[in-house]
């Protein structure tokens, strides 16, 4: 071999070094590059599975809110928010009366608004409502075991009297054309009642 042919053959040779090695550099900045692409774009991207989850679970729910309240107007429930109230039709005892309440997966009503004093006084019939003495004299709660409070609380003037010394441990809607209306009232009289179940806070 001549001397110039020998020292192309070590240019060429390292020719093909160097493309190679560029080529090795090229390789793995693409790869780097692709990677951080990826990994950004995926940092960005939003959680489309866990969006439709959470959409679907919210349509279900819905759903469901929306047949419960079909079925309640369907059987004459009133909507307040945040109750239905059921209006009686015939009169009862108040026990007779709360039974037929927690029958339909309710109670008898409580008074705890304005709004509602005014919706139980509106039909203007003695009504039974959710509030008894019986367990103690004089000691008025609620259905739901909570206290009849002093700071809220519609008597009627000189009402509850327990009237004649007679047992009246059971509280009604009498007044109806007073504001307070509420009257305490032997609990095997026969009246109207309102049954109340909650739906939403
Ligand atoms: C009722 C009592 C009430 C009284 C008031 C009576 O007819 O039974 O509950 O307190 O009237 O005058
Ligand atoms: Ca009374």
Request: net charge negative; hydrophobic share 35%; with cysteine.
């Amino acid at each position: 071999m001549t001397l110039d042919a020998s020292s192309r053959k070590e240019k060429l040779y390292r020719l093909v070094v160097v493309s190679f090695g560029l080529l090795c550099i090229l390789q793995a900045a693409a790869n780097i590059g692709l990677r951080l692409s990826l990994y950004s774009s995926n940092a960005r991207m939003p959680d489309f599975e866990a969006i439709i989850k959470n959409l679907t679970e919210e349509g279900e729910d819905l759903k469901r809110k929306l047949s419960l309240f079909d079925r309640y107007f369907q059987e004459g429930w009133v909507y307040l928010r945040p109750s239905f109230y059921y209006i009686s039709s015939s009169e009862k005892s108040w026990q007779e009366s709360r039974d037929d309440c927690l029958q339909r997966g309710a109670d008898l009503m409580i008074i705890n608004s304005k709004e509602e004093q005014e919706f139980a006084r509106q039909f203007k019939r003695l009504t039974w409502i959710g509030c008894t003495d019986r367990e103690t004299e004089g000691v008025w709660k609620w259905v739901d075991g909570t206290a009849v409070k002093t700071s809220f609380s519609y008597w009627h003037n000189g009402e509850p009297n327990s009237y004649q010394s007679k047992e009246e441990d059971c509280g009604e809607i009498k007044y109806y054309e007073d504001e307070n209306s509420w009257n305490d009232e032997p609990c095997n009289k026969k009246n109207f009642w309102i049954c109340e179940k909650v739906v939403a806070q």
